[in-house]
């Protein structure tokens, strides 16, 4: 067995028919990283018959006059197999050494435990401990049980199990998401299938959390539309239909009221007092309500974009890549309802599994990514660990004077 540069082609063909897939090991997300500068080349593990038994996407990237790399979710192979592994590994670190790369970094999907929404352990990998160790004795260095996002990439994702009928699984979403996605469904919000025209959308909503640019989704698209492999997906409020609908809301309020009232009137008890604070309360809201839907008709009679994302169709699963929302308008709840109608569209294609995602460890106290780990297991999904980032050093020397000019970087950046 040797490893060696593989085409493009033939890293495709491997990648169609290996048993563990990621959407970041294809040539697709190659081409988008090459896009965004980044050196990019295809390694494989092949045998006397030039079968490839393992392979890998790996980008190179220049920091401060030094070459980096990175295998993004880790290579393609049997990780339970040390010798397999061994090979590769060396095959590997002897190539990006003579290339003077002084090190690469993964976040191989290798699985460590998968929880429930109620934090309950429903299943661990019995080989995990055993790889961790020959990873280890292999020279990888594991820089740490990361909690939120410092890694290279999430080290836990949510994922919803939707190998099931769309009407399973609404019932099984959070009560409280049931309720805002029939609520949100009536107060006018579409969803719509966008092009590559209308990813300003996603960008807009995006350019203060994410370090993506509109350039960088229009890469993604194209390159992934080519095997129609991408879709692009976003909420719009009608509102025309949103003011007929706080009007109606308002009206049939108004009579609840006044039905309390008349009954006040000849029956004078705690409860209907309660009854009653409490019914002035949702008039009040519906007529604030109303003031503002009509100022939202008055100034975009055309409609308002309230939420968007950007899917990855990969093999039995699809993947969230981005999303957003128009914090403006988050009462809505646009974005609840956008997920659901995918899951029930994707579910009924066909797909076993849809990606949300990277959350945060929700284990930890005072987490400061407890809504957004709440958001996603609000659909009923489920939180899989993954080891995190490993670094291999391919270059000693390099990779010394690199980490020895550590402080100077420090002192240029400021």
């Given at each position: 067995m040797h490893v060696r540069e593989l085409t493009?082609?033939?890293?495709?063909?491997?990648?169609?028919?290996?048993?563990?897939?990621?959407?970041?090991?294809?040539?697709?997300?190659?081409?988008?990283?090459?896009?965004?500068?980044?050196?990019?080349?295809f390694l494989g593990l092949v045998d006397e018959n030039n079968n490839i038994l393992a392979a890998s996407l790996i980008l190179i990237q220049k920091l401060f006059g030094f070459k980096y790399a990175y295998a993004p979710r880790g290579f393609l192979i049997d990780y339970s197999n040390f010798?397999?592994?061994e090979t590769f590994t060396k095959g590997v670190k002897k190539y990006l050494g003579k290339k003077d790369v002084i090190a690469i970094k993964m976040n191989p999907l290798i699985i460590k435990t998968i929880y429930d929404n109620k934090n309950k352990v429903i299943a661990t990998n019995s080989y995990y401990d055993a790889i961790f160790e020959d990873l280890k004795k292999l020279g990888f260095y594991h820089l740490g049980y990361n909690n939120y996002f410092?890694?290279?990439?999430?080290?836990?994702?949510?994922?919803?199990?939707?190998?099931?009928?769309?009407?399973?699984?609404?019932?099984?979403?959070?009560?409280?998401?049931?309720?805002?996605?029939?609520?949100?469904?009536?107060?006018?919000?579409?969803?719509?299938?966008?092009?590559?025209?209308?990813?300003?959308?996603?960008?807009?909503?995006?350019?203060k959390k994410y370090p993506r640019d509109l350039k960088y989704f229009q890469d993604v698209y194209l390159n992934f539309d080519q095997k129609k492999n991408v879709e692009f997906y976003y909420s719009k409020l009608d509102t025309e239909t949103y003011l007929k609908t706080i009007q109606?809301?308002?009206?049939?309020?108004?009579?609840?009221?006044?039905?309390?009232?008349?009954e006040i009137s000849t029956k004078n008890s705690e409860k209907l007092l309660n009854r009653k604070l409490q019914a002035d309360k949702v008039l009040a809201y519906y007529k604030n309500q109303l003031v503002l839907a009509t100022q939202l008709l008055k100034d975009h009679p055309e409609g308002i974009i309230t939420s968007a994302c950007l899917i990855i169709?990969?093999?039995?699963?699809?993947?969230?890549?981005?999303?957003?929302?128009?914090?403006?308008?988050?009462?809505?709840?646009?974005?609840?309802?956008?997920?659901?109608?995918l899951m029930e569209k994707y579910s009924k294609e066909g797909f076993n599994k849809f990606n949300l995602g990277g959350m945060s460890n929700y284990a930890l106290k005072n987490n400061k990514y407890k809504q957004l780990n709440e958001f996603k297991f609000g659909f009923n999904a489920k939180a899989v660990e993954y080891i995190g980032d490993l670094e291999l050093i391919t270059n000693q020397a390099l990779y010394f004077i690199y980490r020895n000019s550590a402080p100077i970087r420090g002192i240029l950046k400021k």
């Amino acid at each position: 067995m040797h490893v060696r540069e593989l085409t493009a082609l033939e890293f495709d063909n491997f990648t169609k028919n290996y048993n563990v897939h990621s959407l970041y090991q294809t040539v697709e997300y190659a081409n988008v990283m090459k896009e965004q500068k980044f050196g990019i080349v295809f390694l494989g593990l092949v045998d006397e018959n030039n079968n490839i038994l393992a392979a890998s996407l790996i980008l190179i990237q220049k920091l401060f006059g030094f070459k980096y790399a990175y295998a993004p979710r880790g290579f393609l192979i049997d990780y339970s197999n040390f010798k397999l592994v061994e090979t590769f590994t060396k095959g590997v670190k002897k190539y990006l050494g003579k290339k003077d790369v002084i090190a690469i970094k993964m976040n191989p999907l290798i699985i460590k435990t998968i929880y429930d929404n109620k934090n309950k352990v429903i299943a661990t990998n019995s080989y995990y401990d055993a790889i961790f160790e020959d990873l280890k004795k292999l020279g990888f260095y594991h820089l740490g049980y990361n909690n939120y996002f410092e890694a290279f990439k999430p080290r836990f994702e949510a994922v919803i199990d939707i190998n099931a009928p769309y009407y399973i699984l609404f019932n099984d979403l959070k009560k409280e998401f049931k309720t805002k996605i029939r609520s949100v469904d009536q107060k006018g919000v579409k969803i719509y299938r966008g092009t590559i025209n209308e990813l300003s959308y996603l960008s807009i909503q995006t350019e203060k959390k994410y370090p993506r640019d509109l350039k960088y989704f229009q890469d993604v698209y194209l390159n992934f539309d080519q095997k129609k492999n991408v879709e692009f997906y976003y909420s719009k409020l009608d509102t025309e239909t949103y003011l007929k609908t706080i009007q109606n809301d308002l009206v049939k309020q108004e009579l609840v009221t006044t039905k309390i009232n008349s009954e006040i009137s000849t029956k004078n008890s705690e409860k209907l007092l309660n009854r009653k604070l409490q019914a002035d309360k949702v008039l009040a809201y519906y007529k604030n309500q109303l003031v503002l839907a009509t100022q939202l008709l008055k100034d975009h009679p055309e409609g308002i974009i309230t939420s968007a994302c950007l899917i990855i169709k990969n093999h039995d699963e699809v993947y969230l890549l981005m999303d957003g929302y128009d914090p403006q308008y988050k009462f809505l709840s646009s974005k609840h309802l956008l997920i659901w109608k995918l899951m029930e569209k994707y579910s009924k294609e066909g797909f076993n599994k849809f990606n949300l995602g990277g959350m945060s460890n929700y284990a930890l106290k005072n987490n400061k990514y407890k809504q957004l780990n709440e958001f996603k297991f609000g659909f009923n999904a489920k939180a899989v660990e993954y080891i995190g980032d490993l670094e291999l050093i391919t270059n000693q020397a390099l990779y010394f004077i690199y980490r020895n000019s550590a402080p100077i970087r420090g002192i240029l950046k400021k």
